[in-house]
């Protein structure tokens, strides 16, 4: 587990800026995220993870900041951290915005070797005799083009690695960085009915590259329902409800493909944002 891939989300097309700190703002209102996936349920010692993050443009409305919080778990492993972020925008027409961020934080880790169960209980194994901590920094970027209507971005989460099994001590490592570029559209197809495609490449020069491709159906700008597959053999179904302008819940199912599929019951992720004190004189949602 390293400090790039802290938290994984199958809707990151309702929170951007949950991959990129250029979209701090895009919601043009204070934003609140907060999300909670659990990956492969059933399997015990599975991955689990919670994400939480606010945003929101300044009265100088070049400017943006945000930040986030996020935990996550995999059997005796524990990672947690938060992450600050300053974003600077420029209008390039009426809708459309051109932003660079930087975000800065700490990522914090613990192994929790005693909670491992050894086959001679009455020998105290020395490697597991005792548990780890450790802090290392966080520093990413970011830049974004968006409008009401589209978006692409393109981030690099962290610039510092480390492996919570291996190199413990975070060292600044452009080629271990994982880089990530989004973007998406939405198509109007009638006064009732939208569909936004959209895709995610994580790419790795030290690792594998990642690419998901997904599409959603939107109704009445209000339910969304659509699916995505990961190159890492992943399928997923997305829903999401707009439950007024300013609150909308979304739910994801992931199945995997692999082997592992035979030990699981699938992956769960659920989410709620709201917006406050819209600027804008519709009551129609704001999508990006």
């Not at 606010?54 to 938060?82: C, K, W, Y």
């Not at 300013?246 to 659920?270: A, C, I, K, P």
Request: hydrophobic share 40%; glycine share 8%; aromatic share 18%.
């Amino acid at each position: 587990m390293s400090a790039q891939n802290r938290v994984s989300m199958s809707q990151y097309m309702h929170n951007h800026y949950a991959i990129n700190p250029a979209f701090a703002g895009n919601r043009e209102a204070l934003s609140l995220f907060g999300g909670y996936r659990k990956k492969w349920a059933g399997l015990n010692g599975a991955p689990s993870s919670q994400f939480f993050s606010s945003h929101v443009p300044l009265p100088n409305d070049n400017v943006a900041v945000g930040f986030s919080l996020f935990n996550s778990s995999v059997s005796v492993v524990n990672q947690s951290g938060a992450s600050f972020s300053y974003a600077y925008r420029l209008k390039m027409d009426k809708n459309t915005k051109l932003a660079f961020a930087l975000s800065a934080g700490a990522d914090f880790y613990a192994l929790n070797w005693t909670q491992v169960n050894t086959l001679d209980e009455t020998h105290i194994d020395p490697e597991f005799a005792s548990n780890e901590t450790g802090i290392n920094p966080i520093l990413g970027f970011g830049s974004a083009l968006y409008s009401h209507q589209f978006f692409l971005g393109f981030s690099i989460p962290n610039f510092f690695f480390f492996d919570t099994y291996g190199q413990k001590e975070g060292t600044f490592n452009i080629g271990k960085a994982n880089y990530l570029l989004n973007a998406g559209y939405m198509y109007e197809i009638s006064e009732l009915w939208k569909v936004q495609p959209s895709a995610l490449v994580a790419m790795n020069f030290d690792d594998a590259t990642n690419f998901e491709m997904s599409a959603t159906v939107v109704y009445n700008d209000q339910i969304w329902i659509g699916g995505s597959y990961r190159t890492t053999q992943d399928a997923v179904a997305l829903l999401g409800y707009q439950i007024n302008p300013q609150l909308r819940f979304t739910y994801s199912f992931d199945f995997t493909m692999t082997e592992v599929s035979s030990y699981n019951s699938g992956t769960h992720e659920l989410s709620l944002q709201f917006d406050f004190g819209y600027k804008l004189p519709s009551s129609n949602p704001k999508f990006f």
